[in-house]
């Protein structure tokens, strides 16, 4: 059983930053791959991110290409994902999910998936 805990949300302006984590509990992390979703009141769950087991490869979808980046770090058990220039359009709840095997775009192709933490991003 892995258990996935997000934080870093928060409330900023159009333009700034904010660094999501998301920490796993449990044995196996270094062989998941590890996504972001977000979710968007009344929308579906987004992919926003991806990378795989050992950090060599990273996925983004188009409209954060170029603003966000996803990192890993295996000795803390942690997923990161770094939001600049944030925007109106971000706002979301974003969650963290794991799977083994390949990287996919749908949330539901993942084992696990934490509670979430909300970006609210005003312009």
């Known amino acids: 059983q892995v258990q996935l805990v997000e934080s870093g949300g928060g409330s900023v302006q159009a333009g700034e930053s904010l660094r999501l984590s998301c920490t796993a509990s449990?044995?196996?992390?270094?062989?998941?791959?590890m996504a972001w979703f977000r979710q968007a009141p009344g929308k579906e769950h987004e992919f926003v991110s991806a990378?795989?087991?050992?950090?060599?490869?990273?996925y983004y979808s188009d409209p954060v290409k170029g603003r966000f980046t996803c990192s890993r770090d295996n000795l803390k058990n942690t997923v990161y994902l770094q939001m600049n220039n944030l925007q109106p359009e971000d706002t979301a709840r974003y969650y963290c999910?794991?799977?083994?095997?390949?990287?996919?775009?749908?949330?539901?192709?993942?084992?696990?998936r934490g509670q979430g933490t909300q970006v609210t991003v005003s312009s």
């Open positions: 999910a794991s799977k083994t095997g390949n990287v996919r775009p749908w949330i539901a192709d993942y084992d696990y």
């Open positions: 449990g044995r196996a992390f270094a062989s998941y791959c």
């Open positions: 990378i795989t087991w050992n950090g060599g490869d990273t």
